[in-house]
């Protein structure tokens, strides 16, 4: 059975930076890609950044420039750095495994929080 195991969230003043990771494991068959979603307070989950398995990226426009996904295929783990964090940038960060619906869809891993706060 698939698994998510996400870390690196917490609380950093503006400007600074956190490191995301998310491990998947079991049912990795069908991946075509990672990503991570976020989901403000009061606010609908939206795309932060996606990489696909051959390391194609897509941004969303308020993080480009300022995050990067990364992945390391052996270890089925996927990265979000991210640097000159906004207060707007505060949500919870959701991890993402894009997979063929034949081989189970969609896993999303448990959330982490990403506060930014002086």
């Known amino acids: 059975q698939a698994q998510l195991v996400e870390s690196g969230g917490g609380l950093v003043q503006p400007g600074g930076s956190l490191r995301l990771s998310c491990a998947h494991s079991?049912?990795?068959?069908?991946?075509?890609?990672m990503g991570w979603y976020r989901q403000g307070p009061g606010k609908e989950r939206e795309l932060v950044a996606q990489?696909?398995?051959?390391?194609?990226?897509i941004y969303a426009a308020s993080v480009k420039g300022r995050f990067t996904i990364s992945r390391d295929n052996a270890k089925n783990t996927a990265f979000l750095q991210m640097n000159s964090l906004k207060p707007e940038d505060t949500a919870v960060y959701y991890c993402?495994?894009?997979?063929?619906?034949?081989?189970?869809?969609?896993?999303w891993g448990q959330g982490t929080q990403v506060t930014v706060s002086s």
């Open positions: 993402n495994v894009n997979r063929l619906r034949v081989f189970g869809g969609d896993v």
């Open positions: 079991g049912g990795t068959a069908g991946v075509i890609g």
């Open positions: 990489i696909t398995n051959s390391g194609s990226t």
